[in-house]
């Protein structure tokens, strides 16, 4: 069952990120170039998706547009756990002190705003760009990854070979980075997974409020926005970059999922 | 058997209230905009949005424009001009009251344009105040207007929205209680929501047809589609989303006019901020815009290309379209002869209109195919305003200008995108002191074709102005000659 999640999530995913690849340098049209005269036309031989309201190519702009999605949910991730995971392997180093106090509480804060209005805060005050959509994702993120490799962390500082490391005289650093990291690395990779499509959504969500990147950068959530209100007598306009939305996220999850089954078939079992 | 008894009374109470409304026409109507006002006031803000509601409604002036643009009177009945052109004797209507029932005479006009006047007035088109002397009563139905130079606009000046009376008593509140002499009472207003305007049946002149009127206000253009289709609204006046009004017009329950507007859509461009202090910058952008495809795709079709800073549907009008004819190649050679053959960065800072939005995506892509690279940032209003209009913080905009006749904004270097020449602030002075029609529409026509040739901003096209109503909606006005919604003369048909 696991395993089948896991192939179906990989396959959808691995799709998107070779759209996402190949964009770099090939698409079917160029994306920046606009041929008016061709807008708002259904798929044919010519645009395998259709033309949206500018006469662009869709299948050139969803390739354009996973490139944007998966590059900004990927650095906003790599952000968080950039800073989450030190954060939480401190936190969990120092259990129960002023330091492990202040970071946890301190992720409390950030988590008890809902992460989208965050993001669209963080976009209000800087400006409106791709750059800002991914730092306001990214911190987003970071409390999220110090938890997770705090709570993880805490249950390995019990175990036998971390005393046996204490014992031999390491440091609390040391401990954390060449016994406690390697130990929850499983965690982090199906938790990025996870934050990973929601990143995408992310994403999308800041750009169909107009806060993501910029045009001409190709993006889905932009895409929706701009087929709203032609939505009744154009539906491809704001069916494919949806389903491409749809199809990521779902990849991702699925591959979420059945990487967590592979790596800990314990917690399967727990979570039913 | 008693809970029977109600019921069955009930039923012939909502029967009997049905039969009463099918027996007489409609006298209520919800007509939704896109942008609400910031407060209620028209003599001291520059938000077209407090006319669109108030503008004949509720406020009025001494003159009035009509639905075709004339200068009409208003609360003046008649006047005399004097024969060397500086005095203006306006006769007032008798018997004219305000909505808290003071009367309306000369000192009240006197109060309402001295205050536009004054020193510390807050007042957003002084300007058409400027060559005001003084203001004198001379008994309570006459005032006697004077001027320091002959003004040949005094008229239309005076039927702007922003010199409507006001009474002195009722000032103080004016931006959330608008007391004035119209064929509507100001009743109530949701923040937010809507305006509500009730019949006044103490009216000098022809009564309303309506008993209320509510202005909601949608600014989504999705959620505005979706208002008209069903039917919440009974009119929508200038409806945001152009690429739905083929529905609508396919659909019986509907009527949709398209009509002519007094705005003027420009690519806005800082006169001030090099490259483009340089004519021949200005030019290359010129001929580096396709209008059409931008009519096409950021409107689908609706609008009237122009060449220059006026409406086309004026008498006055010049076709200066050809001057900045669409020619790229020609865009990049002049680029080159400025000093910029591989063209050059600016910024392209878009209002949230539509017209904005997506024709400044055709204009970036148009632009980047002559190699000048415009970074697209999209603002609010309150931000465009505060960077744009006030701060001059841009390369270029999009924006369109819908006061009627604003082609003197040239002759204002301050103005933003920061025009200075002086021999068209000398042609906009002596135009003001003209009054002959024949050699006031020489001088218009001159001055349409210095700004042209200027380059003064990237002139695309004539902003059309739809409205989607109820079949069954008469009397609305099709164009918008200034910034208003006259519902005085609109009615149901059965």
């Known amino acids: 069952m696991g395993n089948r999640n896991l192939i179906l999530g990989a396959v959808l995913t691995a799709i998107f990120t070779g759209a996402a690849l190949i964009s770099m340098i090939w698409v079917p049209y160029d994306i920046t170039v606009l041929d008016i005269p061709n807008k708002i036309k259904g798929p044919s031989g010519a645009h395998l998706l259709g033309t949206d309201h500018f006469g662009r190519d869709i299948l050139s702009m969803i390739m354009a547009g996973a490139r944007t999605s998966i590059a900004v949910a990927l650095v906003a991730v790599g952000i968080g756990m950039g800073l989450g995971v030190p954060l939480g392997l401190t936190a969990a180093a120092h259990k129960g002190s002023l330091l492990d106090e202040l970071i946890m509480r301190g992720n409390d804060l950030i988590f008890a705003f809902p992460s989208l209005l965050i993001a669209i805060m963080i976009t209000a005050v800087f400006g409106a760009s791709a750059l800002n959509a991914i730092i306001a994702i990214g911190i987003f993120n970071v409390p999220v990854f110090a938890r997770l490799t705090r709570s993880g962390a805490l249950s390995l500082w019990t175990r036998d070979y971390v005393l046996a490391a204490r014992v031999a005289g390491k440091g609390a650093a040391r401990i954390s980075f060449e016994h406690i990291l390697p130990n929850v690395t499983n965690l982090l990779i199906v938790q990025g997974t996870i934050q990973f499509s929601l990143g995408i959504l992310a994403e999308a969500g800041l750009s169909y409020v107009g806060l993501g990147a910029q045009p001409p950068t190709a993006s889905w959530g932009r895409m929706l926005a701009d087929s709203q209100t032609m939505i009744s007598f154009a539906p491809h306009m704001a069916l494919f970059p949806g389903f491409a939305i749809l199809l990521t996220v779902l990849g991702l999850n699925l591959m979420g999922d059945g990487l967590r089954d592979m790596f800990d078939p314990r917690l399967r079992r727990v979570r039913g | ?494």
């Not at chain 2, 002036?61 to 009945?77: H, I």
């Not at chain 2, 289709?229 to 329950?253: K, T």
């Not at chain 2, 906009?428 to 003209?434: D, F, G, I, K, W």
Request: charge should be negative; charged fraction near 20%; proline fraction near 6%.
């Open chain 2, 1 to 494: 058997m008693k809970l029977l008894n109600i019921r069955t009374g009930l039923i012939s109470v909502l029967a009997l209230a049905a039969s009463v409304g099918m027996a007489q026409a409609k006298s209520d109507i919800v007509v939704a905009m896109q942008l609400e006002p910031p407060h209620l006031d028209p003599t001291s803000a520059a938000a077209g949005a407090i006319d669109s509601v108030l503008y004949s409604n509720v406020f009025e002036g001494l003159t009035r424009f009509g639905a075709d643009g004339a200068v009409n009177p208003g609360l003046a009945e008649s006047w005399e001009i004097s024969s060397d052109g500086l005095a203006y004797t306006f006769k007032l209507h008798g018997g004219v009251l305000f909505h808290d029932g003071s009367t309306m005479d000369a000192e009240d006009v006197k109060f309402s344009l001295d205050r536009a006047r004054a020193e510390d007035s807050v007042n957003a088109q002084k300007a058409l105040f400027a060559g005001i002397e003084s203001v004198e009563v001379v008994d309570p139905l006459t005032v006697k207007v004077t001027l320091s130079a002959p003004n040949g606009s005094l008229l239309f000046n005076l039927a702007w929205g922003d010199a409507v009376i006001v009474a002195p008593e009722s000032i103080e509140n004016i931006k959330t209680n608008p007391v004035g002499t119209g064929a509507f009472k100001f009743a109530n207003w949701v923040q937010g929501d809507k305006i509500d305007l009730v019949k006044n049946d103490a009216y000098w002149g022809t009564p309303a047809k309506l008993d209320k009127v509510a202005f909601k206000f949608i600014s989504d253009p999705t959620a505005a589609f979706a208002a008209v289709m069903a039917e919440d609204v009974n009119a929508f006046v200038g409806f945001p989303a152009p690429e739905n009004l083929p529905q609508f017009e396919a659909d019986p329950r509907f009527q949709v006019l398209v009509g002519s507007t007094e705005g003027e859509t420009i690519l806005s461009t800082n006169n001030k901020m090099p490259p483009f202090d340089n004519v021949k910058v200005r030019e290359a952008l010129a001929h580096a815009i396709d209008r059409q495809a931008i009519i096409d795709g950021a409107m689908f079709g609706y609008g009237t290309p122009i060449g220059t800073h006026f409406a086309p549907h004026n008498p006055d009008y010049v076709d200066l379209t050809g001057m900045s004819a669409y020619d790229p190649e020609l865009s990049k050679k002049l680029l080159a002869e400025a000093g910029f053959p591989d063209g050059f960065k600016t910024t392209l800072k878009l209002p949230p209109p539509s017209y904005a939005r997506r024709g400044g995506e055709i204009i970036a892509a148009q632009l980047r195919a002559v190699g000048i690279d415009a970074e697209i940032s999209n603002l609010e209003w309150a931000q465009w305003l505060e960077q744009v209009f006030k701060g001059k913080d841009f390369g270029l905009s999009i924006v369109s200008h819908t006061e009627p006749m604003d082609v003197g904004i040239y002759a204002r270097p301050d103005y933003y995108f920061q025009y200075d020449n002086k021999s068209f602030q000398l042609l906009m002075e002596e135009l003001n002191a003209t009054t002959d029609p024949a050699a006031r529409s020489a001088l218009l026509k001159l001055g349409q074709k210095i700004i042209s040739a200027d380059y003064v901003n990237g002139y695309l096209f004539e902003l059309a102005f739809p409205t989607v109503a109820s079949a069954k909606v008469m009397g609305l006005w099709k164009d918008a000659p200034t910034q208003a919604t006259d519902m005085t003369a609109v009615y149901w048909a059965e």
